[in-house]
């Protein structure tokens, strides 16, 4: 099994923090080895939605055969049933579980029992889920990230209209920061050929609080990284505030003025750490 520290190591490989996150189905191992070689931060192989029911044997024994190697990008598995989880801990290519339909602080510890050590990803995909999404996030140490499961969501609130979900989303934002977890990664945009849209749709995402997205196709990528990628005036912001910090341990005055404190410091070491990736 995949130590914890190695897993965030992997997550931020060459130094870069993970922004894209692609999905893809179990039972098709050819789609799982182009992901692997898209450029995506974290390849999430599918075993739930993206794999009808006769094949998911099949879809499970093929990931079994990928996993039983490590790969220079991480991967993590969506299971289908908690009954994944005895045959996929151990294999050393596993770098993480997203887990569907949580709902209670108690399914993540029967999960956890299962799967000592490996980190989780739940997803919150009804309401009341999401009504829990702090003690959720804070139900065990092997909780890494908290992620919606929009379209599940949508159907369970009855919105119609996407900014019905404006409020889920910073729920959860705050609520893994309340947990001390990394900002949320947006939910999937399932319309892969509306590219503008997808832009339109990170950049909202950006602005509430989360940071990457998940996608569905490797023609997504540049979409979601160019959208949550700094400006070059955001870079020249953040790094005023980190040369400030250097030489003044006290109140932080900037030369225009403005005074910041450390949650702006550390705000902008993660804009500097982002602009890594501009190279």
């Known amino acids: 099994m995949s130590a914890p520290g190695a897993v965030e ?15 893809a189905p179990g039972d098709r191992p050819e789609v799982v080895g182009k992901a692997l070689r898209s450029g995506a931060d974290v390849v999430i192989v599918d075993l739930e939605d993206a794999v009808a029911p006769d094949r998911r044997a099949y879809a499970l024994d093929a990931t079994v055969d990928l996993l039983s190697d490590a790969h220079p990008v991480p991967v993590h598995v969506r299971i289908h049933s908690p009954r994944d989880i005895p045959v996929l801990a151990p294999l050393p290519g596993l770098g993480g579980l997203r887990v569907p339909k ?81 900002p949320p990664v947006q939910s999937v945009h399932a319309d892969v050929g509306d590219l503008d849209a997808l832009a339109a749709g990170c950049a909202r995402g950006r602005a509430l609080g989360f940071l990457g ?39 932080l005055a900037l030369a225009d003025g403005r005074f910041v404190d450390a949650a702006v410091v550390a705000g902008a070491h993660r804009v500097l750490a982002l602009a890594d990736r501009l190279g």
């Not at 992997?10 to 999905?23: A, K």
């Not at 510890?109 to 999401?130: F, K, Q, T």
């Open 213 to 251: 997205r998940a996608a569905i196709h490797p023609r997504q990528l540049p979409v979601i990284e160019r959208a949550y990628l700094p400006t070059p005036q955001e870079v020249d912001a953040a790094r005023a505030v980190v040369a400030a910090a250097e030489t003044d341990r006290g109140a």
């Open 102 to 182: 949580v709902t209670h602080p108690a399914d993540i510890h029967r999960i956890s029992e299962l799967a000592p050590g490996l980190p989780l990803y739940p997803l919150l995909e009804n309401a009341l889920a999401v009504e829990h999404a702090y003690a959720i996030a804070t139900a065990h140490p092997a909780v890494r990230g908290l992620a919606l499961g929009e379209a599940d969501l949508r159907a369970d609130l009855g919105v119609r209209e996407d900014s019905g979900l404006d409020w889920p989303r910073s729920r959860i934002v705050v609520a893994a920061r309340a947990a001390r977890l990394p």
């Open 9 to 23: 190591n992997g997550l931020r490989r060459r130094g870069r923090l993970p922004l894209t996150w692609l999905y």
